[in-house]
């Protein structure tokens, strides 16, 4: 605090020497002059004096016989005079503060984390409705009223929390995976489960709803498995009436996937020439600006982008962007598929669909690959057994008996 | 003549004592005496001074009211100096009343 006020005032460092530069000390604290950090260099002393001290030195330096040499002057003081000098330099700087305070004011980068079904596309789109984009000014937010809006508008968020941190505002959320509102709109009318693919049925458990096929039964997709219309029987065994539910059971189904695709036995691949070219750039919300005169003369290049917006302090995004376009030439050689390659392309693809299988929660029990060469392609099928649950909801079609002809 | 002023001066700083402690007032503003405030042997911090007699890496004499203090140490600077009050840095190794 002490040298941020010598700071303003002003001081120096003085270099002195003479006669009885201690009678000097003794008469600068008689005129209460402060002097800090005295060395001593044996033939001179080095000190810190202000620079009213300074002023004041003259009679003393007489009276002593010392003699007094500025080394370097400090402070606001003398720093003042030089931007006075440097005037379109200090407008130039003050402009830019004020540039930054009032950019300050809005919202220049918006985030969101915790969307997994709902893209952020569509969550801006919702923003821009509710008229908050990039470049919307701070005040013009209520974020409590958002995360309402946002709730109320979106089935799927169960919990949102928004924030604005500098010149971001952060959206996060959970969702949730069902629609439960949608679903008891559609229990009213009643819902069968239908099958979705040809085969045998392997188990079923029947949770509610009319079962009209049993275990070991061929079925074919389109067949209904599961009626939600469950009758009413009256005395004579004549249905009275139905009373409609969402139909529920677990129908596992012995089935077949069919695979097929074909690779061609040449193919292209890239060499890289080494040759390379930078192009920088200025990027505003809507613009943007290469700061070179000409696009590289490559005929095959790939095309990198390293983007970094301008963050001047945490969380004070500015809307500019800065980087480059890195371009990497390559010349598209061309060879021929080995028999090995290809088997191995094949068991790869193979795999992959494997894997996708297994995460919709099929179990694999068999799998067959052919592969076929004919002419310059080469054939491949795949054919898996495999147990799925199968069954999709949809509107029954059993219509109530109409009662007022009875 | 001298060894009677000197033993009217002793007489009269013994009577200034004498007051001084039965009125019990401050006797660094009365008699003047030093106020040397040690931090370990890196700092001092000195009042009630008059002015400084010398000044060296290995010794800093000030002249009291009453009497003079050496303090004597190795690499001794003076870290602010005004009227009422100074700060000696370095490694102290005695302070001496003379």
């Not at chain 2, 007032?25 to 405030?37: E, Q, S, Y």
Request: proline share 2%; charged share 30%; with cysteine.
């Amino acid at each position: 605090m002490i040298r941020f006020y010598h700071y303003l005032r002003g001081y120096l460092k003085i270099k002195i020497w003479g006669f009885s530069p201690e009678r000097f000390i003794n008469l600068c604290g008689n005129q209460d002059i402060l002097l800090w950090d005295i060395e001593n260099h044996e033939d001179y002393f080095i000190m810190f004096i202000s620079i009213a001290g300074f002023k004041k030195l003259k009679t003393i330096t007489k009276k002593t016989g010392t003699r007094v040499v500025i080394l370097k002057k400090y402070g606001l003081p003398f720093f003042y005079p030089k931007i006075r000098k440097r005037c379109v330099f200090a407008i130039g700087l003050f402009g830019c503060l004020l540039l930054l305070q009032m950019m300050s004011h809005y919202i220049w980068i918006i985030s969101f984390s915790g969307n997994q079904i709902i893209t952020d596309e569509q969550l801006l789109m919702y923003l821009k409705e509710k008229q908050i984009y990039c470049g919307v000014n701070k005040k013009k937010i209520q974020v409590e009223q958002l995360e309402r809006d946002f709730r109320h508008d979106f089935n799927k968020i169960t919990w949102i929390s928004a924030k604005i941190e500098g010149t971001k505002l952060f959206i996060q959320l959970k969702e949730n995976d069902y629609l439960k509102r949608e679903e008891k709109e559609q229990v009213d009318t009643g819902m069968d489960l239908q099958a979705t693919r040809d085969g045998t049925i392997i188990s079923m458990i029947t949770r509610s709803g009319v079962p009209m096929v049993r275990a070991m039964d061929e079925i074919k997709s389109g067949d209904i498995l599961i009626s939600g219309a469950v009758p009413v029987y009256e005395e004579d065994m004549t249905v009275k009436n139905y009373i409609f539910c969402k139909a529920d059971a677990d129908i596992y189904l012995k089935c077949r996937y069919l695979y097929a695709g074909k690779i061609h036995e040449m193919y292209q691949y890239k060499v890289y020439t080494g040759r390379e070219k930078k192009v920088p750039f200025l990027k505003t919300r809507e613009r943007e600006i290469k700061l070179s005169l000409r696009e590289p003369s490559f005929i095959h290049s790939d095309c990198l982008m390293h983007q970094n917006k301008i963050e001047l302090i945490k969380d004070f995004y500015l809307p500019l962007s800065y980087g480059n376009y890195q371009y990497k030439e390559y010349v598209l050689m061309e060879k021929k598929y080995t028999k090995e390659q290809v088997e191995k392309l094949c068991y790869k693809k193979l795999e992959d669909i494997s894997e996708t299988l297994q995460e919709k929660g099929v179990q694999i029990l068999e799998k067959n690959v052919k592969i076929k060469k004919e002419s310059a392609n080469y054939l491949w099928t795949a054919e898996f057994l495999v147990i799925e649950k199968t069954g999709k909801l949809i509107r029954t079609q059993t219509e109530a008996p109409n009662t007022d002809q009875q | 003549m001298n060894r009677k002023k000197l033993s009217r001066i002793k007489e009269l700083e013994t009577r200034k004592e004498k007051v001084v402690n039965s009125l019990s007032l401050p006797k660094d503003l009365l008699l003047g005496a030093f106020i040397v405030t040690l931090t370990g042997n890196r700092e001092a911090w000195v009042e009630n001074y008059k002015g400084i007699l010398e000044y060296s890496d290995e010794c800093i004499l000030l002249q009291g009211k009453m009497c003079q203090l050496r303090i004597l140490g190795k690499e001794l600077s003076v870290d602010y100096y005004t009227n009422e009050d100074m700060k000696i840095k370095g490694l102290i190794e005695c302070v001496r009343y003379e």
